[in-house]
């Protein structure tokens, strides 16, 4: 305040944006604000034409007129009249529409509300967190690690895969022979684990969950593998009828046959990607500081995604069996809705911990290049274009070795997408059901209701309407899930 | 998804906002993605200059060229090396800073929240509004209307002001009786009522705060007029020694001695501003259409005031007696937050409701032609910027008759800004305690912190951070005030 005058009038001029014209419907009927009196003084004071009754600067022109004149003409031209014909700023005809501050507003009443859970919480259930009670989610008995025992197994079904592309390339395997044996190993990558899973006894929802992960991610890779090498094999095919003495080129890169080694093969299958390529990008060196901030995030987020579920997702959970049991709808709709918020915090941070530090972490480890591993779903209008930039390795690989090499074959662009959908629907209901034993198709159901919402947001909102629409699908569809199946795996095990 | 190819291209492209330059740290090492093999075909594919490496349009590129070429040669560039040296967009290398859809979350989330909250409140409070309740906060004895018959009497008070005026013009009094009268009278204005809140025992809280208010809103105004009509007196003795003459202009506006009339007086006592002038600017018609619409949100905010008071605020209210009892700091804090968010969004719309509809209402219906009654003040970045634009009546007069006095008198800046404050703080007092009849200073307490917050936020916080710091203070400062006087107004009254 102690720049009433002239800085707070300069400050407001900075600040409100005033649309220009617009019309301004309050017309003054006596000439806006004159002096007191004709008689008072110099006829009325200048100023006050049209274009400034949208109330922006007046208050400066005064002050800076108060500066020159003497204490008697600031009384005529301010004190006596201090007001004019101008519009409030939240009518629309005043054409403001500078709400910087509404974002700090949200932000700050986030913050505030979730310190009120936070608190909440902590005086209900006290402290739950319990880092060694994660040890027993992914073992039952400590001297049997069947996860990790079938972590190490896939090992075979890569050689196997390494081998068959040699036969390949050195003729020794026909086209067919290979293919058979590239199909027998890959029905065995997807069916191996879920005889595990479902005749091992130790095996622990989680760690079958983890296992399942890993040999998904295997599957995909030999897929991508064997497409490639195939496409280098009838690549060079051609070239050798056309012109079979082009070999220029940067003698650092590594040709087809060539590719076939040990050390590539693991290269790829660390390599944070599932699209095989014979030179990857590779930058230049290992950034030690990179390497420990990712290394540091990692360790942080394990921890607080660890405590947070202890500490606030658990107790949601174990509070809403009743309400589902009881099918009371409104309690379910409110256990819903208090569940979406960790939820969501949770997602978020997994989406982090995964995409950004992990895969980043490990990339720079092997001096990957490519570090495309989301894009900018967060602005998603659509959610066509979430699913396509939130999880782009899975995103490049449908897009690689499924969706255009059906295009080729002369599929429709509907039929294809549509298929892409149903793949990534059988994926998410087989990484949920295995391991938790347990056939309900929410999961299933889940992505395949992508395809009626996308048709939806694509079609009827837009900009900001669809990015929020995209919000809430994540937002509430994600909890919704997730108290499906506790709930029923709930009244499986302990009824 | 049907339009997985160039369509997202180029919406990506239009999205993703790619700060120039910042020297990626990621080198290509082998020349990025190159084809497979360089006997494989063309001797790479072009591209891949420096400039395109942080990862945005390459997929346009790819697609435009597929549209030309055939398959094989779309496999070759697009197919066998599909990876590229790029950092991910959250790393900071990457200068990606579009979260545009960050403001849809957090408005997303606010809502669902909420919608939990009031989901919550009603499983666990059944329906609390309850419209006919209202009527006994103003009212005791359905045959003693106190509060109104104060507002009544305060016709008095004016029209003294308007005969010591009329007096003074004609010279009758003298400017000392004048001025006596007019201190009386004024003094009288602001202790009567007093002396009736705390004598006369059907008066409600409610009641008295409204009597309270009316005749703090006619003391300020009476105050104005008194100032104004004694300005213009100097102004005329002035002119008449200097030139006598002078007497041109507009045959519409209203000289000193003629604006002395009834009608000019209600005017001004019912016209929405505290600061008087000879000739008001005035809007040329009644807008049947804004009128309409300022009278729909009055009656809407009105009842939805009334409702949200009862079914959310009264129940945390009840339930915050406890702690405070016990003096138990963890719950305490607790209480408070979770009283935060109903207590700001009430008071959001007390705004709305009060400085929008209400008396845009009111100006509307009288012609007022000046609608400044707020400024922009959601974007304060300073206590002091929020102090002066968030209530532009009482800021203008205080900035009018207190302030600049002040300044002329020769008091400092820094003098004549406490005293505002110390005069508001005064007030905020006035209005709260004597309807409790309780002395507790919480008020007066809570303005003159808002000395040392607006030095501390003006010094030490700049932009958002300002604009956040604004935001909590009108957040936390509020329930904390309201907590400080349930609590005592409870002990005082039921203990």
Known sequence: MADLGAAGATRRRRRATFAAGRGGSLVPMNGASAAACPSAGTAGHSGDTPGQKHGSPETARVNSKSEKHTWRSEKQSDVLSCHKTRESLLSSESGYNNYRGILNWCVVMLILSNARLFLENLLRHGILVDPIQVVSLFLKDPYSWPAACMVIVSNIFIMVALYTERQLSKGSFSEPVGLTIHCINLTVI???????????????????????????????????????????????????????????????????????????????????????????????????GFLLRRLVEMLFFTQLLVALTQQWMIPIIQSSMKPLEDMDLSRMMERLLRLAVPNHLLWLMFFYWFFHSSLNFSAELLRFGDRQFYNDWWNAETVTYFWQNWNIPVHKWCLRHFYKPLLRRGFSKIVSQSAVFFLSAFFHEYLVSIPLRMFRLWAFMGMMAQLPLAWFVGNFLHGNYGNAAVWISLIVGQPFAVLMYVHDYYVLRYQ
Request: glycine content about 6%.
């Open 190 to 288: 997807l069916t191996f684990p879920v005889a595990v899973v479902l005749t091992v006894p130790s095996v622990t929802p989680v760690g079958g969950a983890f296992a399942l992960g890993i040999y998904t991610i295997v599957l995909l890779k030999l897929y991508s593998y064997r497409d490639v090498n195939m496409w280098c094999r009838d690549l060079s095919r051609a070239k050798a009828k056309n012109c079979p003495a082009v070999k220029s080129g940067d003698s650092s890169k590594v040709c087809y046959p060539g590719n076939l080694t040990i050390k590539d093969m693991y290269y790829f299958a660390f390599a944070p990607t599932l699209c095989y390529e014979l030179n990857f990008p590779r930058s230049p060196k290992i950034r030690m």
